[in-house]
């Protein structure tokens, strides 16, 4: 299975802005479809933004759009998340995730998963 390791977590003010990295190692990053992810204390992991295989197919979740934005670049092995906009209830630990072909909005139908990284917003 594909290892990922995201990056790019931290602390900012309401209105800021932050971008995640995935970097992805171990498979053909090409036949993954990716999503990212957060989990707030307290809280069930919820979906927050998937990107098909080329890049052409994203969703995001209706607390996002318009404010992220999903992205990948196949021959960095990478998929980012640049996040604009911030608010205090964007703040949890961001997991980047990925899974072999379709795009999916559910976390289970994701068998690799990274580490996890905190962003946190401060009002």
């Known amino acids: 299975q594909v290892q990922l390791v995201e990056s790019g977590g931290g602390l900012v003010q309401a209105g800021g802005s932050l971008r995640l990295s995935c970097a992805a190692s171990g498979g053909t990053f090409s036949t993954y479809s990716m999503g990212w992810f957060r989990q707030a204390p307290g809280k069930e992991r919820e979906f927050v933004a998937t990107?098909?295989?080329?890049?052409?197919?994203?969703f995001y979740a209706d607390s996002v759009r318009g404010r992220f934005t999903i992205f990948r670049v196949n021959a960095k092995n990478t998929v980012y998340l640049q996040m604009n906009s911030l608010k205090p209830e964007d703040t949890a630990v961001y997991y980047c995730?990925?899974?072999?072909?379709?795009?999916?909005?559910?976390?289970?139908?994701?068998?690799?998963w990274g580490q996890g990284t905190q962003v946190t917003v401060s009002s």
């Open positions: 990107i098909g295989l080329s890049g052409g197919n994203t």
């Open positions: 995730a990925a899974r072999l072909w379709a795009v999916s909005l559910r976390p289970s139908d994701f068998g690799s």
